[in-house]
């Protein structure tokens, strides 16, 4: 028997290692779950599950912490195999040089860990497994990538009890649920525009599961986790009106609880949001990401223009849904009134939310290679510079002070707008940053306050909480 320890650092429901553990259980494994910051002592948490195998998923603003935890577990049990896999691993396999770390798996991981999984059981070479980075006494193996999977419904339902050992995970009687893999479009920033490249010739990038299956697995797990709200994590939802038309038709006649979606300014017609508002969504994500025509052209790779937001903006409100907007600010060149343009854009949508995130030029994304080209960003930073929330700090450079002071206070003029003349002039001031982080974290309570429906006591106790898993590694 293996003894397999999947490790994350977020207590959220990740896909990615729900969707490995699923494919898994038919083999002979014992898998566990480690949520690093619930725990005090992570590597400690880690080391008592015996693990033959530590499968990590890491973002890239937590490699350095997780790195951190793997040579800790190492040093107590070096027989232990490290393996790092998601987002950070597949932009930068080179961290496979870091001491600490055996194997990297890139891109989509359910082929490579079966196979891995079963050569570990079968005593097998694993040097030239598909997808993976691979180091051993005589060097690194850097194998091919593997084709994508091609039918999402051929693989198991993703594996939701993997977090029962963390009860508080899948309790809040919010099921969040994943249609779709990849995305359409090609924003700068956005890792789907990396994913894309790297899987040329490999198969679709976007790929769904049929309406009927997905039905079927939201039916499943709202009937055990006692649900009242869904939450499509895709990226975007409304890119194929013959799935929409069919999804919404099944999800309406089984399932029939509000849902929150993702959709593009672009993909709304009257038709569409007519759609998602018959069958239950009451909260629509829609990204305006700058205010300015040019920079949402030129830096982003959006060719959206402000007419097409308001108009979408103006449907989605007419149908009764809730209208969240994101934004992005602190991009690289991007001066003071290009910012108040953003800001404005979203008041004059009418945004019931506005996210207003801090760029973060990650790696892989042409954001990245525009602002190193510009001087606007060092060569080789560090994944510790990125802001692990991309709510406040950025490692880009040579930022108008008072776009970042303006940032601080978006959210809140989206819910006040008539405040705006004011916070024109306080932005010219330097106000020290502790009381311009509190505005900012004082507006997105109020936010998440609205959008989860808690009262203020409840509020205050998810506050602590996230405040203190936040501080921990
Ligand atoms: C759903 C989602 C979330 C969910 C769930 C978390 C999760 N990671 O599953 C939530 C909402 C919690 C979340 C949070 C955050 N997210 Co998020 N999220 C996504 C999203 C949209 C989908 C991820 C997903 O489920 N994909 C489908 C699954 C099946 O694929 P996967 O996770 O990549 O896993 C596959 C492979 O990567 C691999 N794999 C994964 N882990 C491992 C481990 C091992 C050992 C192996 C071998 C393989 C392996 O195999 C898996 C199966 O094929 C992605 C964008 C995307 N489409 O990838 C962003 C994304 C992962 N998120 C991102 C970020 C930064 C965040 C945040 C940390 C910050 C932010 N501002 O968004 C926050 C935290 C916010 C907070 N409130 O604390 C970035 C990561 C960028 C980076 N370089 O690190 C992404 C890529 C979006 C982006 N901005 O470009 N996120
Ligand atoms: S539309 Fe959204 S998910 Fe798709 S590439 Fe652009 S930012 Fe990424």
Request: net charge positive.
């Amino acid at each position: 028997m293996l003894n397999l320890t999947f490790a994350q650092n977020l207590p959220f429901p990740h896909f990615g290692l729900m969707s490995l553990s699923a494919v898994l259980q038919k083999h002979a494994i014992s898998q566990s779950l480690i949520i690093t910051n619930l725990e005090k002592k992570p590597a400690r948490a880690i080391l008592e599950t015996e693990a033959d195998l530590l499968a990590f998923y890491c973002y890239s603003g937590f490699f350095e912490k997780i790195l951190q935890i793997c040579k800790e577990v190492k040093a107590n049990r070096k027989n232990t195999l490290v393996i790092v896999g998601g987002p950070h691993p597949t932009f930068s396999p080179e961290i496979i040089n870091e001491e600490g770390i055996d194997m990297v798996c890139l891109g989509e991981g359910e082929g490579a860990m079966e196979e891995l999984c079963s050569k570990l059981i079968n005593g097998q070479e694993i040097s030239h497994i598909p997808n993976l980075w691979v180091k051993n006494s005589k060097g690194i193996n850097k194998n091919e990538i593997r084709p994508l999977i091609d039918d999402l419904d051929s693989l198991p339902m993703y594996n939701y009890s993997l977090y029962d050992q963390y009860p508080q995970i899948n309790s809040s009687g919010e099921l969040r649920v994943l249609g779709s893999r990849g995305c359409a479009y090609n924003c700068a920033y956005c890792h789907n525009q990396f994913m894309r490249k790297m899987y040329k010739k490999k198969g679709k990038w976007f790929r769904s599961i049929s309406p009927e299956k997905l039905v079927d697995q939201i039916e499943v797990h709202t009937k055990k986790l006692k649900i009242k709200k869904i939450d499509f994590a895709d990226d975007l939802w409304g890119t194929d009106k013959e799935w929409l038309t069919s999804f919404a038709k099944e999800y309406k006649k089984r399932i029939n609880l509000p849902y929150f979606v993702s959709i593009r300014p672009n993909l709304v017609t009257e038709h569409t949001i007519g759609l998602l508002a018959d069958s239950g969504c009451y909260c629509l994500s829609m990204g305006i990401e700058s205010g300015n025509y040019n920079i949402r052209r030129q830096i982003m790779n959006r060719d959206i223009t402000n007419d097409q937001i308001l108009k979408a903006a103006r449907i989605i409100k007419k149908h009764g849904i809730k209208l969240r907007t994101t934004s992005i600010m602190g991009l690289p060149g991007e001066t003071y009134q290009e910012a108040v343009e953003t800001v404005s854009v979203n008041i004059q949508a009418g945004s019931d939310y506005g996210m207003f995130y801090v760029a973060q030029p990650y790696p892989g994304t042409d954001l990245k290679n525009y602002a190193i080209e510009k001087g606007f960003l060092e060569k080789n930073i560090r994944s510790d510079s990125y802001d692990l929330l991309s709510l406040f700090d950025t490692p880009i450079r040579q930022i108008d002070p008072r776009v970042l002071r303006l940032h601080r206070f978006a959210t809140f003029l989206v819910l006040f707008p008539f405040l705006f003349v004011f916070v024109k002039l306080i932005v010219q001031l330097p106000v020290p940053e502790t009381i311009n982080r509190l505005v900012t974290k004082f507006a997105l309570a109020i936010i998440y306050k609205k959008t989860h429906q808690i009262s203020f006591l409840v509020l205050f106790k998810h506050a602590m909480a996230y405040s203190k898993n936040l501080g921990r590694s």
